[in-house]
């Protein structure tokens, strides 16, 4: 049996795993699950991550959620290069400092600015509303500032001197709101100099390639389709930005 | 230059580094941060951690933050038991699994709920928002579910057969919601509790108390207070530090027992499920006397 990984290149960690298993030529099949038609809350994938959510692996029998964990198995079950997370113990704990950090410093709020810019409006058709937008780039302000003040003052990478999951997580998760008309660069010039350096890194046409559909603008039409599901999601999206 | 930990122990992810360098045998030197008193503001602080967050640790000149992280260094460096952080491909998988949900899903809500009920009362001075606090509630709830009727239908523990990180992680952050001080603001209010600085309009002074001092704390159940009548403690009493200072309307006043197995200096509100925990005999460092078995006297103990 095939690695299976059940991704949405919509989501930011999604990509991080694409890349990562491309980068690392992780054999893998691509089990695709459409978030915008609401494939992730179908029976199917529940049986693969119950909690409803991408990124998922399966492995055999083995099924894994939780994007940071997905690339630490992977990681270690296929050997990837030191570099991605250091067997140095003081080296290895920053990155583990930052995978941990991220996910209330930089993922939910990155999330949280592309729900209310991208998708909020797509499915229910309203315009963008302001000072939500407003109010969500002011939460991701401290981290943005905080990386490009303090950590890449003092190096190249966001835990070590090279390029490891930290800054692919990262890099990944701030092009959710750049690809959809928030540029998070913009103000930061030590962080717009790391995101080329990771581009660089990772291979321009790989990024593109994970990239292709976050940045192509959605169809409103397609989410009409359904307006069941428009509805619903709708709800899960404002009870998630509340 | 010894291992130094920033904790407050008011701060889950501060109690689960803490329980684990005890539980391990890690020498430490523990720096109180009291957030209580902003010292996690203070530009001292701010050397050790410019993010202004506990936990911290400084291990000679290398500076870590994000308990996570915290965790499996203290895990590697000092050779923990392997339970902790299997080195199993999967069974380790399933720990990062929990370790990375948990920020968003527990973590985040469990301690909004904290902020809401306690701690936002208590500065403020105002009554808790009971609509706020259960829309708070709510966003816990999926998580409990999941745990209640997913993952421990398959196993005695969150993420292997054995107690891990992820346990002791979960435990600190869902042991803050029973330890809300409803009889702790009570206590302060009332006229018949503790000593001076507690009576009248509750202080921030209290908090600080609750970490560090001796002094009975109102927090046990087993004390009737005004508007809240003795309940039945479902701990010894002779854990309870109110209880066992005598200072407890209707408690059990007497000596602590020979082997307390947790620290004695702990509200009894946390105390039971550390123990509970099943960690075993341990504690604060004490006199050698208490290390022997020997009766300790109340001085010994505060």
Redesign the interface.
Known sequence: MPLELFLDLYSPPCRAIYIFAMKNGIPFELRSVELGRGEHLKPEFLKVN??GKVPALKDGD?L???????L??LS??YHAAAHWYPPE??A???V??Y???Q??AVQ?PATNIYLCKSLLPYFSEQSVDPVCLDRLLGKLKPALQ?LDQ?VLAAKPFLATEELSLADLMEFTELMQPTAVGCDVFQDWPRLAAWQARVEAALGPELVRDAHRLVLQPRDPRDAQRDPKLAQELVQRLLERL?
């Open positions: 119950p909690l083995f894994l959620a939780e994007s940071v964990a997905i630490l198995y270690r079950k113990l003081q290895c704990a920053r583990d400092e995978l941990a950090w996910h209330t939910l905080h303090e509340s």
